[in-house]
Each structure stands twice: as C-alpha cells, then as structure tokens.
C-alpha cells in the first residue's frame, strides 16, 4: 500500500462546475495535510494545508479532512481554464513529508 | 523579495560526470529539502537539512550528496553513481522540520546526455 494515494486521472471537469480531489493516506499518526498545484514544466506551489478534522475554505478552495477515514479533499469551485495543472497531496508523517503522484485536472471551456 | 533560487534551470551532463545544483534561500528558514521528480511518480526525498552542518539521508540518496555550510545554502551534488539522473530536481526549505509548510523552488531540469 502506498503511503499516499491519489488517482492520477486526467479529472476532466467543465468550466464553472465544482472538481473534487481525493486523497488517501496510510499513516494513521500523520499530522499535517497540505495541496500543492503543479503547473506542467514548474514547480508545486501552495494552495491550501490543514491539520484538523473538518473543512477549511480559502476563496475557492475548500479542504476537507477526515483523520478516521485517512482521507483528505480538495474542493473548487467555480473552475477556470486556469485550474488546469496537476494536484499534489503531501502528508507530513514522522519527520517527514510524503506526496502523493498527484492528479491531473482539465478544466474544459 | 524573500524566496528560493535555484540554479540553473537546465544542466546537460554526460555520463561519467558530477553536477553541482544550487539552491539558495532567503527566508531565514532552518529546514531545507532536495526532491527529485520523475514522470507518474511522486517527489521523492534525496536529502534534508535541519540545521546548518548537518543533514540527514532520504529516501533515494544512493549517488548524491550534499554539504549545509551556511543557513542559506544546500547544494546537491548528482555523482557518476547515480545510475539514472535524468529527472526534475526540486529544492525546498521550510521554518523547521514540524508542522511547517516546505516551500519550493522553481527547480533544475537535469539530463544525461
């Protein structure tokens, strides 16, 4: 089992409507969860992280973690031609930080 | 502007040779980090830094190696023992090795000629 999972798609989504990222990890002790974008040829930046149950919403960004289920979502809405780029999910275990292979998202105009 | 550099953005090496890859910050943080990228694959750990004149191994160190002489500085060293190079290296830094958010830089593109 890999320590964290994503499906690597492509997520094909159409413009306006709401794309819904998953993640799963295996680390039951695993304390911080962020979501990193990836444009194709850069580098990931920051969109969100979260360390408690529940969701957290940034603009259009909405995280939501579940520890009981060792899952965590990222949700957008409303999205762009822009949104499309790849979705890294990284948890952050004992010492160290583990990505996921992450996913493809197209937003179709 | 406070950030990550990281230089250059593409490095062509034959084999046999090693290859030195930048990376400098300036955001006061402690940690830092070297990633390697390959296709349909996760970034996967090569070193890390806590604190300057000590670094520990990641997950695929095997033919790379790095020195923390000063806070601002972590290079990577890609030697010939590194069977298979070719990949998008990522150097990222956070305030510490906690809970803190790593930050990335915009990364080295290497090939082996």
């Known amino acids: 089992q890999k320590e964290v999972e994503q499906n690597s798609g492509p997520l094909s989504v159409p413009e306006g409507a709401i794309a819904s990222l998953n993640c799963t990890y295996s680390?039951?002790?695993?304390?911080?969860f962020f979501w990193y974008r990836q444009y194709s040829g850069k580098s990931p930046e920051l969109i969100m992280s979260i360390y408690s149950n529940g969701d957290k919403e940034d603009g259009r960004f909405t995280a939501q973690l579940n520890k009981a289920s060792q899952y965590v979502s990222l949700l957008i809405r409303d999205s762009q031609p822009s949104d499309s780029a790849t979705y890294l999910c990284a948890v952050r275990g004992y010492q160290k930080v583990t990505f996921g292979i992450g996913t493809k998202l197209q937003v179709i105009p | 502007d406070g950030g990550i550099t990281q230089s250059p953005k593409y490095l062509f090496r034959k084999e046999g040779q090693n290859v030195t890859l930048s990376c400098e910050q300036n955001l006061n943080h402690d940690a830092m980090y070297w990633y390697r990228q390959d296709p349909g694959q996760g970034l996967r750990l090569i070193y890390y830094s806590q604190i300057v004149n000590d670094f520990q191994k990641g997950d695929i160190a095997e033919g790379y190696s790095v020195s923390r002489e000063k806070k601002e500085s972590f290079p990577l060293t890609v030697t010939s023992a590194q069977k298979n190079p070719t990949a998008f290296y990522l150097c990222?830094?956070?305030?510490?090795?906690?809970?803190?958010?790593?930050?990335f830089g915009p990364g080295t593109r290497l090939t082996v000629l």
């Open positions: 990222a830094s956070s305030i510490e090795t906690g809970l803190d958010t790593q930050y």
């Open positions: 680390d039951r002790g695993s304390q911080s």
